[in-house]
């Protein structure tokens, strides 16, 4: 009959916890745009802070169990509202026992990043570019003395024999 009892009263406690919606974490306009990943932007994006997402409640069946979704969401509209476009995640935190109570929470924390410029593509030098650059080098060997006269045509004949695309 005591254990009756201990069910009933745990089941009446247990149900206005599972009555609890679950609220939907929804994407902010413009926060869709927020890159989230392990991986170091890069060095055309500059630190703007500390950022996190969370998903999920307080304690046991009182609250509700978070998801890895739901503290992305979350994470990307924190990195927008910040002014930033890109999230790089340092930490997880999965919901986990804590003593006798189950703590709901999926936490990501990270550091939100804005991107301060393009990527500079390489410069690349043309083959006209690249063989007045050779043919100066030359002249200057020889201004210098390192070549004859002799040298310096033969090597020049070379390059331009050989033409811009080498």
């Not at 550091?111 to 050779?134: I, N």
Request: net charge negative.
């Amino acid at each position: 009959m005591r254990s009756n009892t201990l069910i009933i009263l745990f089941l009446v406690l247990a149900i206005p916890g599972c009555a609890i919606p679950r609220p939907v974490q929804e994407l902010a306009a413009g926060a869709e745009d927020v890159t989230v990943s392990k991986d170091f932007p890069g060095e055309n994006y500059s630190v703007i802070g500390p950022v996190s997402g969370v998903d999920g409640t307080q304690c046991g069946l009182q609250g509700y169990k978070g998801s890895f979704d739901g503290a992305i969401t979350n994470l990307k509209n924190n990195t927008y509202d910040m002014g930033g476009n890109y999230a790089q995640i340092t930490r997880v935190k999965e919901p986990h026992w804590i003593g006798p109570c189950f703590n709901n929470e999926y936490a990501i924390e990270g550091t939100a990043y804005k991107k301060v410029h393009e990527k500079q593509a390489p410069a690349t030098e043309s083959g006209e570019e690249r063989m007045t650059k050779q043919l100066r080098e030359l002249k200057k060997l020889l201004d210098d003395g390192i070549l004859s006269e002799k040298e310096y045509e033969a090597q020049k004949a070379r390059l331009l024999e050989k033409g811009f695309d080498q």
